[in-house]
């Protein structure tokens, strides 16, 4: 089994940074693509950036020039710094991680709250 814990979520103003960690425990030899999406109330879950093992990345427009992500690939971890923050970046964030061990399983986070203040 996998599990993934998210942190680093909060209460910012807006122009502020969050930086947002996800870590994977368990049964794990190494992790594929990772990536990080979020989702605003009553809002459809959007996908906010990606990273591939090789270090490829990949932003929706809306966060472009403001949040990077990276990973670790040693310490199972991908990362987002989230920048210049707005009002509509509010919402729960959740990872999302290729992970590969006794079996192939893709995997979820139990979302972390980022709220961005006017």
């Known amino acids: 089994q996998v599990q993934l814990v998210e942190s680093g979520g909060g209460l910012v103003q807006a122009g502020g940074s969050l930086r947002l960690t996800c870590v994977a425990s368990?049964?794990?030899?190494?992790?594929?693509?990772m990536g990080w999406y979020r989702q605003a109330p009553g809002k459809q879950r959007e996908l906010v950036a990606t990273i591939t093992r090789g270090g490829r990345t990949n932003y929706v427009d809306s966060v472009k020039g403001r949040f990077t992500i990276s990973s670790d690939n040693a310490k199972n971890t991908v990362y987002l710094q989230m920048n210049s923050l707005k009002p509509e970046d509010t919402a729960v964030y959740y990872c999302?991680?290729?992970?590969?061990?006794?079996?192939?399983?893709?995997?979820w986070g139990q979302g972390t709250q980022v709220t961005v203040s006017s």
């Open positions: 999302n991680m290729q992970t590969y061990g006794l079996e192939y399983r893709i995997s």
């Open positions: 368990g049964s794990i030899l190494s992790t594929g693509f």
